[in-house]
């Protein structure tokens, strides 16, 4: 399993989650909240259908696996390599899945482990391989200085309306007077 000739190196300072990650990738604001421990409410409809999910999708091949910073979906053999599968509701969020991914694929690196990944999305029966390229291992390592910074700040950023504002569970928290108008 393990891969003599890939460079050991130590972990980032302060450990970030695969989880901020991807809410990173959404946006920056709900990254904050939810690294400072902000739950957003815990019955929101998307949150429970994502757990409901997780739960249900590829049960026979399921592994759950926790690793420092990190619950895997899925982790499966390949022969020498290992796989780690991501599971999605939805591809609209491919770029923060691909970046939550692709932690997980350095950070397994960084134990010495050669892995590659795969977004699976069984509502659409899509599954797509991921590698961690030197480009996605980059975007990877500047998202983590940015979120380390991010998590730094005393306050989060401002609301700003973004596709995903529709169906995050902090939306009457970032947009009160909204609600409150409606
Ligand atoms: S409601 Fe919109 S701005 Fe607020 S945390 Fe969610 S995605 Fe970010």
Do not use: N
Not at 28 to 47: F, K
């Amino acid at each position: 399993m393990g891969d003599g000739d890939l460079p050991l190196e130590p972990p980032p300072e302060e450990p970030l989650t695969a989880t901020l990650m991807g809410y990173y990738g959404v946006c920056p604001r709900e990254a904050w909240l939810m690294g400072h421990a902000l739950e957003p409410y815990p019955d929101h409809e998307l949150l429970a259908l994502g757990r409901l999910l997780q739960e249900t999708a590829y049960r026979e091949e399921r592994k759950e696996v926790a690793l420092p910073g990190m619950r895997l979906d899925l982790l499966e053999r390949e022969g020498e390599a290992l796989v780690v599968a991501e599971v999605k509701r939805r591809s609209g969020q491919r770029e923060a899945h691909l970046l939550q991914l692709g932690y997980y694929l350095l950070a397994l690196k960084r134990l010495g482990l050669e892995a590659r990944g795969e977004l699976r999305y069984p509502e659409e029966r899509k599954v797509e391989r991921v590698e961690l390229t030197p480009d996605l291992e980059a975007r990877v390592r500047e998202a983590e200085e940015a979120l380390r910074a991010l998590l730094k700040a005393p306050t989060p950023p401002p609301a700003r309306r973004i596709p995903a504002c529709s169906g995050c569970a902090y939306f009457e928290f970032c947009f009160v007077e909204e609600v409150e108008d409606a």
